[in-house]
């Protein structure tokens, strides 16, 4: 959907996605515990995945498996991952959350950030190569992906490892970001604060992001600097929102680097439009005085604290615990106990049900917007039997009116049913995600003793 002229302004490239963090365990008729597996399809950011490790408990597993569109938004997915898993010792939490939000959501960093995105590369640049050798990390796993997308990758993060100030390339993300928004604008670019405006009064705050600050969300709209939560310079270029794109200039095709991400909805519904803490939702004079911007900082560290906490709980014994720590190629990052996050080839959901070994499988498939286009019969043969569909909704595409959104509901809820799954409406309804059950098939064909997938047949 994001490709089409309707969305323009949500880009060709998703970096973060456009709804709220979810507990893919709690998210269905029943809170799943003991071992889960899940299939996160184009999540574009680890928000689901770090929530979802926040509801395990102590004898909870969680696998997760990764699909995305692009080797930028994986290479992406690695190096915030990478962030989290940073343990206190070299980073305080607090530290942490500023820097993962920065890295999320802003064009320009602070010096200290964007030297962290270079280190943070420059390691991921020898795990993704030694891990085709040897053991990768316990928490994260890039093996089953294609040999050129490693290789993309390392690519990637080895553009990433080099020095990055605004002005010091030959691209700048202060025009790259200003040509999108000129793009998107075309003529009401010299009214554009009234299109901000008017984008965050009649569209966001209606639509229930009511706690996102004018004051923030111009500056984002404006420079793309969505998270300042300390005194410093932001000058400094964040490479992972750079991407190529295949543009035609005079009847040729020709790779264009700019920033080809979203310009309007915004990086704060990830994690900043909900909380459980009503603090932190309480208004003042019809305002509300904490923004979008401390709620996200306040439930990225609390997501972090539950993250190194798991990290410190070994899976067996400490004796296992160390000799996993040994045998580790990627030093420095916490172990998050019976938690697994593996990433598969872009091409990979297609070839999935023809695979024994994810034979009704996973326990849960999230299908973000930009990929409700793949839902299909096949599903159905990957999903385990009760397991639940999620997939977000377009509430936050800002281009699309109301009808349209009403549209894509109905097709959303067509195509799940024609998949073989059920709507499943929660007494509380969710706008974000429409969620569905999977109708119990007459000829299951269940693996026995069934506890883990692999991409060979």
Not at 232 to 255: E, M, W
Not at 394 to 423: H, I, N, T, W, Y
Request: proline share 5%; charged share 20%; with cysteine.
């Amino acid at each position: 959907m994001s490709s089409a002229r309707g969305v323009e302004g949500a880009g060709s490239v998703t970096w973060w996605g456009f709804s709220p963090a979810r507990d893919l365990r709690a998210t269905g008729p029943v809170n799943q515990r003991g071992e889960l597996n899940v299939l996160l399809v184009g999540g574009s950011d680890p928000r689901h995945i770090l929530k979802t490790i926040a509801g395990l408990e102590d004898t909870d597993s969680l696998h997760i498996w990764v699909i995305e569109n692009s080797t930028e938004v994986i290479a992406r997915q690695l190096l915030l991952l990478s962030l989290s898993l940073a343990p206190e010792e070299n980073t305080s939490i607090p530290k942490k959350a500023e820097m993962f939000l920065e890295v999320l959501g802003n064009s320009k960093l602070r010096g200290e950030t964007g030297d962290a995105v270079k280190e943070a590369a420059a390691r991921l640049v020898d795990y993704v190569t030694d891990g085709q050798e040897t053991e990768p990390h316990p928490c994260l796993d890039t093996s089953l992906l294609k040999f050129r997308e490693r290789d993309e990758l390392v690519r990637i993060f080895r553009t990433w490892a080099k020095p990055c100030a605004e002005g010091s390339g030959s691209v700048s993300i202060t025009r790259a970001w200003d040509a999108r928004v000129r793009q998107h604008l075309g003529t009401r670019y010299d009214a554009r604060r009234g299109c901000f405006d008017w984008d965050l009064a009649m569209k966001l705050h209606q639509r229930g992001a009511g706690v996102i600050n004018k004051q923030q969300y111009f500056e984002w709209r404006s420079q793309g600097v969505a998270f300042q939560m300390r005194e410093g310079v932001y000058q400094t270029t964040n490479p992972t929102l750079l991407s190529y794109r295949i543009l035609r200039h005079r009847g040729d095709k020709v790779a264009v680097t700019g920033y080809w991400g979203d310009i309007v909805s915004s990086p704060y519904l990830c994690f900043g439009v909900e909380t459980s803490d009503q603090s932190l939702l309480k208004t003042e004079n019809g305002s509300h005085v904490k923004t979008a911007q401390d709620i996200s900082f306040a439930n990225v560290q609390a997501l972090f604290q539950s993250l190194s906490s798991r990290g410190k709980r070994p899976n067996s014994s400490q004796q296992a615990a160390e000799e996993t720590l040994a045998n580790t190629p990627t030093p420095g990052l916490l172990h998050p106990s019976g938690v697994s996050v593996t990433f598969l080839p872009l091409d990979s959901l297609s070839r999935l049900p023809d695979k024994k070994s994810f034979s009704h499988f996973f326990q849960c498939v999230y299908l973000s917007a930009g990929m409700a286009h793949q839902l299909g019969s096949r599903l159905q043969h990957i999903c385990s039997p009760g397991g639940v569909l999620v997939v977000e909704l377009v509430r936050f595409l800002l281009d699309l009116s109301a009808d349209q959104e009403r549209g894509v509901l109905e097709k959303v809820v067509e195509g799940a049913k024609d998949a073989g799954f059920d709507p499943w409406t929660p007494a509380d309804p969710d706008p974000t995600h429409a969620i569905f059950t999977l109708q119990t098939p007459q000829d299951l064909n269940l693996q026995e003793g069934q506890t883990t997938g692999t991409m060979s047949s």
